[in-house]
């Protein structure tokens, strides 16, 4: 069977300096994989190819077959910023992306199609409200709802919950799961959490550290679903898996740091107790080494 | 003198418009000296609010501190802050917002040795080669390092971290995590750090201090992390420990998540994080109350 989405030996430089090089990546249809990797590595990048806004200086990518050349209707993407219209209600925001893609429906037709989608992602009673207006997670629902109603092939995920805090976070995770579930599209998702990531997807690719960042070991999560965040720390393959992707981009997909050696001085000297006066009646105070300070109560261990 | 920081009884009311609230209620902890504490709990449990009684920042309404055998009135450079938003300012390098603490604090040594001081620990955190830039030339994580070394660069007796790393994306905060570990190792310091990141304070921690919701927060649970230092990441995510107290302290995060607000049936909990609400006095702290009370 032919993969339904493939990335071939892609790569990508911006003035000069190497971001991506030789991304490889095949995803079947209706699977849901997601690549994990440090911030400013490349992620984006790899999104924006995929969606068509950017061009690969080499290598190709094909989507059923045909190659990516302009941004298109059958990718749908969620930016991390949601990337909301902010003088359009929600309503609006999704009736826009809907009247692009299919302009010749109904208005009625147009009307219950935005309606259903503003449920789904349970914003009914936010339905006339700005994106101003919203909280964070809210936003982020919206900005799903806009994707998924356009009914693309591909759903691109760009780190759609690194702007939120922890609790809407898993509340959004769990959503994405509910939605996913329900018609079982193709999903990239992108994100820096590893958790997430193993949460969600049924692959799991680093992406190693920029320059030159690459694609790292695909690694299949066989855990059945619905995955529970809690139970899933006594599972042995979550625990593999996780420390698999930890490793690696620790280890041989982490930061290169250059290592310089320097000289350091570190004086020994004591800080100074500030609420006690500056100067003395002998005159001006000295510093006080370490190596002059008598006896130091000292705790032992054990 | 085994207790090296005492915390007794600490409580703290805010006076609002429907009455008193009371965050903080009989809260009792006690550290040794060079131990590695953490605070977890959810946002607005209150655990930034003992933070910042600890730091000085924030006027105490019962209860009192102690380090040192000192009791502790008002702020003072004893105790090394990082806050969750570096707090750098703008119109210094990093090399100088260090240094600004360092002059106070060693004002009785020679500027080379000053100097010398800040250059360690900016070394130290990885920016050797970016001390002389300006905070906007820096990256998040990078902000963040110059906050560490500005900490540690004070030589405090305790340290005290309000979610350093709560910012940062969770691989930026695995790697400074190490950079913290490498210096507390180094000076060994007593520290107290609030999170609620769970992984987080299984790396870093010798005991986990869960805080009950608030209103009226106090200690829940106490979790001893077994982990033998020096620690390293693999090591800890291979220890047959790890998942079993991951799954014990997520347990406890999320059933008092529950029991308080009854998460999930409205879409998403909406409260905001402010993220410069820990360097503020308490004039924003009653937010977050009120806010915990909407249904």
Request: some cysteine; proline content about 7%; aromatic content about 6%.
């Amino acid at each position: 069977m032919m993969p339904f989405l493939e990335i071939k030996d892609v790569s990508k430089s911006f003035a000069g300096n190497s971001v991506l090089r030789d991304i490889n990546l095949s995803i079947e249809k209706g699977e849901f994989v997601a690549i994990v990797g440090y911030s400013g590595a490349g992620k984006t990048t790899l999104i924006s190819l995929v969606a068509g806004l950017l061009r690969p200086d080499a290598g190709a990518l094909t989507l059923n077959d045909l190659e990516i050349t302009e941004p298109g209707p059958d990718r749908g993407v969620v930016f991390q910023n949601y990337s909301l219209l902010p003088w359009l209600t929600v309503y609006e925001n999704i009736l826009l992306a809907v009247e692009q893609v299919s302009p010749n429906w109904s208005a009625t037709k147009k009307q219950q199609y935005v309606q259903e989608h503003i449920e789904l992602v349970n914003l009914g009673p936010a339905r006339d409200k700005r994106p101003g207006e919203l909280s964070g997670g809210m936003r982020q629902r919206v900005s799903l709802a806009r994707a998924l109603a356009m009914n693309p092939q591909i759903l691109l995920l760009d780190e759609p919950l690194s702007a939120l805090d922890a609790l809407t976070r898993a509340t959004l995770q769990n959503e994405i799961e509910r939605i996913w579930e329900r018609d079982r599209k193709t999903v990239v998702l992108i994100t820096n959490d590893v958790d997430e990531g193993i949460l969600l997807a049924d692959r799991i690719i680093p992406l190693s550290a920029g320059p030159g960042a690459t694609l790292g070991p695909s690694i299949p999560i066989d855990i059945p679903r619905p995955r529970d965040r809690k139970a899933l720390n006594h599972e042995p393959r979550y625990q593999k898996i996780r420390r698999e992707v930890i490793n690696f981009l620790l280890g041989e997909g982490g930061k290169k740091h250059t290592v310089v050696a320097r000289k350091l001085v570190l004086p020994e000297i004591e800080p100074e107790d500030l609420s006690a006066p500056r100067t003395l009646a002998g005159g001006k105070r000295r510093a006080v080494r370490r190596s002059e300070i008598k006896s130091e109560p000292v705790e032992v261990d054990g | 003198m085994s207790e090296y920081l005492v915390i007794d009884n600490l409580t703290k009311v805010y006076q609002t418009a429907k009455g008193p609230a009371v965050i903080v209620k009989d809260f009792n902890l006690r550290i040794k000296q060079g131990e590695f504490v953490c605070l977890i709990g959810h946002s607005g449990c209150g655990k930034s609010t003992v933070l910042s009684m600890v730091a000085g920042l924030n006027e105490i309404s019962g209860g009192g501190i102690i380090l040192a055998g000192k009791e502790l009135v008002g702020p003072g450079p004893d105790r090394g802050i990082v806050f969750q938003s570096p707090c750098l300012l703008p119109w210094m390098t990093a090399f100088e917002n260090v240094m600004l603490g360092v002059n106070q604090v060693f004002y009785t040594a020679s500027k080379v040795e000053r100097r010398q001081i800040a250059e360690y620990y900016l070394s130290v955190v990885g920016l050797a080669d970016a001390m002389d830039k300006f905070p906007a030339e820096l990256s998040q994580g990078m902000r963040q390092r110059a906050g560490i070394a500005r900490a540690f660069a004070l030589a405090p007796r305790m340290l005290l971290l309000d979610e350093p790393f709560g910012m940062l994306d969770s691989l930026t905060r695995m790697e400074l995590q190490q950079v913290l570990l490498e210096l507390w190792r180094k000076n060994k310091k007593t520290a107290l750090m609030v999170t609620h990141d769970v992984d987080e304070a299984l790396f870093l921690a010798d005991r986990i201090v869960c805080m009950t919701n608030g209103p009226e927060a106090e200690v829940g649970e106490t979790v001893e992390v077994p982990f033998p230092r020096p620690r390293e990441r693999k090591a800890v995510l291979e220890h047959p420990e790890y998942y079993k107290l991951r799954e014990q302290l997520i347990t406890f995060l999320e059933e008092r998540a529950h029991r308080k607000s009854g998460a999930g049936a409205s879409p998403g909990p909406t409260t905001p994080i402010s993220t410069s609400r820990n360097n503020r006095k308490e004039f924003s702290k009653p937010t977050l109350v009120v806010t915990s009370t909407k249904p």
